[in-house]
């Protein structure tokens, strides 16, 4: 084991971590990884420190930080997933009449990377390249409430982390949790005049083959429009990109 890289075994302990779907204890990812204890220990507090890992130190437990999620989600960015996207986006809007748009989750802010704007819809604030706080976004809700609970808390320690855009939304952890648990229970998350007034938004996540969230779709709409069947349409496009990522069953 002297003779692996140190590379190598943080590595590995990032690959065991992103396989459990809870944080654990020092001691299995010792045993999972066939690592010295006090080795384990030192690679655990590097990656915290770089915040590859965080640790909950009331439950003695580690788990991926929100670093580990923006290495992760760097596929979502590149060409492969904006070319598998880009028909089935078109094909939403053609089917709702609203624009749509593809977004990931890059710390605590989603970045726009696809948009098909419908004909005759104006142009909205969320283009391709702008980043907006994930807390206020359906994009970014769809995206936290299938992250593990110990990476919201990374993100979202604080009141201190949540920026306001018009007075609305989520203002702390707790608020957040209520809106994410109620994102959970409904199927696809939403806002409402919280990005820009006058316009709200349902997304849906895309997951990939671990059945983590790599980029959600989303379709804007004005207020006063009826949204009948448009969360189920959404739904259908966000399930027809994760089958073509090898994601699994939206369960």
């Not at 003779?3 to 045993?31: C, E, H, N, S, Y």
């Not at 706080?133 to 201190?160: D, I």
């Not at 790599?214 to 994760?242: S, W």
């Amino acid at each position: 084991m002297s003779q692996v890289p140190a590379a190598t075994r943080a590595l590995r302990v990032l690959r065991f971590l992103a396989g459990q779907p809870d944080p654990v204890p020092l001691d299995r990812i010792m045993r999972a990884c066939d690592l010295p204890r006090s080795t384990t220990y030192h690679l655990l507090r590097a990656m915290v420190d770089e915040g590859f890992v965080v640790h909950l130190v009331d439950e003695h437990r580690f788990g991926l930080g929100p670093a580990a999620f923006e290495v992760g989600s760097g596929y979502a960015r590149q060409e492969p997933l904006q070319r598998i996207a880009r028909r089935p986006l078109a094909d939403l809007v053609d089917r709702v009449g609203q624009s749509a748009h593809l977004a990931i989750l890059h710390g605590r802010e989603v970045l726009y990377v696809i948009e098909e704007r419908a004909p005759g819809r104006p142009p909205l604030v969320s283009d391709v390249g702008v980043r907006l706080p994930a807390h206020l976004t359906a994009s970014g809700r769809a995206v936290l409430a299938r992250l593990p609970a110990s990476q919201v808390r990374a993100l979202y320690p604080g009141s201190a982390q949540f920026v306001d855009r018009h007075g609305r939304g989520p203002r702390t952890p707790t608020q957040l949790r209520e809106v994410l648990t109620d994102t959970r229970r409904r199927g696809y998350a939403v806002e409402d005049g919280e990005v820009t007034p006058g316009l709200a938004s349902v997304a849906v996540a895309v997951l990939d083959h671990n059945g983590h969230p790599v980029a959600a779709v989303a379709v804007t709409y004005p207020e006063d429009a009826d949204p009948a069947g448009l969360p189920e349409a959404v739904t259908a496009t966000a399930d027809r990109l994760t089958r073509r990522i090898s994601g699994p069953p939206r369960g």
